[in-house]
């Protein structure tokens, strides 16, 4: 019989069920990993398959080719959401040995992101300050600067910015509570003096045009009762940029909102350079900032640029010539 469960319909509709849920037990979201599963419980009943002895590699080989994914990562995804979905049912002794054996497909090209430097982030804050009003939008440019005042200068995602309430904002010990962030997990970030002197200054202008703050009142937001949402954010952001005039480097892809965190966290790094502070230590503490799950995640940001490999080259060009004495001094 087959059984409906969450929209479901096939005969693993209860597994697939309590699999989303063990990984949203983890702290996963696992929103787009449960659309994915999905697709494959329409072909398992288009194809009427009933038990999972029917469930062979051919099969699965082609539900992965009825859906083209010409990106080798989107690929991979696809391919990887079905290989844990079965290994899990392995684990739980509801089958011997996983159906599908396909291997994932080589990423020959990695995206490179564009790096906003200081001035051409002051260029886009100040763009989007100029930004004018309208009927469905007052304050505006006040706003938009404020979030990519934020995006940049503490390395939020998007959907954090989008989400913070008046009563995340703590100015007596300069921090904002990110609440269900991106792995469903809470976390403290800290702001320096300037900072906190923008989100006063936003703050105090908001309260003036709109009325007293409420603790849940969003941050960010046009109509008090919504936050700007994070596809809205994106949209401005991509309006504003053609008018930086950006020099986009060769083989760099063009600028992507979430290019606003990537360069905090390079940042970071090429600042820790420059101070004399071995990253590898404190890579752990830029991931929690970031709210990152482990430093490998991290990992990802810290693109190796020009200025990084300099900063790399000159600290080791000190450590030659340490390494010659301390040799010399053996012989």
Do not use: C
Not at 32 to 56: C, F, G, M, P
Not at 62 to 78: D, E
Not at 282 to 304: C, E, K, M, Q
């Amino acid at each position: 019989m087959i059984r409906k469960s969450n929209g479901y319909q096939s005969f693993v509709a209860e597994e697939i069920d309590k699999f989303i849920s063990y990984k949203r037990a983890l702290g996963r979201k696992f929103k787009t990993e449960e659309r994915t599963l999905h697709l494959l419980d329409e072909y398992l009943l288009k194809e009427k398959i009933l038990n999972i002895a029917e469930v062979t590699p051919e099969l699965l080989a082609r539900f992965l080719a009825s859906r083209p994914r010409y990106q080798p990562r989107s690929y991979n995804h696809l391919l990887g959401v079905i290989k844990g979905f079965f290994k899990w049912l392995v684990v739980q002794g509801l089958l011997k040995h996983s159906p599908i054996h396909i291997r994932p497909r080589r990423v020959i090209t990695y995206r490179i992101p564009f790096l906003f430097n200081r001035v051409q982030a002051q260029q886009l804050f100040l763009i989007a300050s100029q930004l004018p009003d309208n009927n469905s939008a007052p304050q505006r440019g006040k706003a938009y600067f404020m979030i990519f005042v934020l995006l940049y200068g503490l390395g939020l995602r998007v959907g954090e910015v989008s989400r913070l309430e008046r009563k995340d904002i703590d100015f007596d010990r300069n921090l904002l509570m990110i609440q269900q962030t991106k792995f469903s997990k809470d976390r403290l970030v800290p702001f320096g003096p300037k900072m906190a002197q923008h989100l006063q200054e936003y703050l105090q202008h908001h309260e003036e045009y709109y009325g007293a703050w409420k603790p849940d009142s969003p941050v960010f937001s046009f109509r008090r009762e919504r936050p700007i949402h994070p596809g809205t954010i994106s949209q401005t952001f991509h309006k504003l940029v053609p008018h930086l005039n950006l020099i986009i480097p060769p083989g760099v892809s063009p600028p992507r909102l979430h290019d606003l965190r990537h360069s905090f966290a390079v940042g970071t790094l090429l600042r820790w350079y420059r101070e004399g502070i071995k990253p590898a230590q404190r890579l752990f503490h830029l991931s929690t900032f970031l709210g990152h799950v482990d430093p490998s995640s991290t990992a990802i940001y810290l693109t190796i640029t020009e200025d990084l490999l300099k900063e790399a080259n000159q600290r080791f060009e000190q450590f030659i010539p340490l390494s010659i004495k301390e040799t010399q001094s053996h012989d």
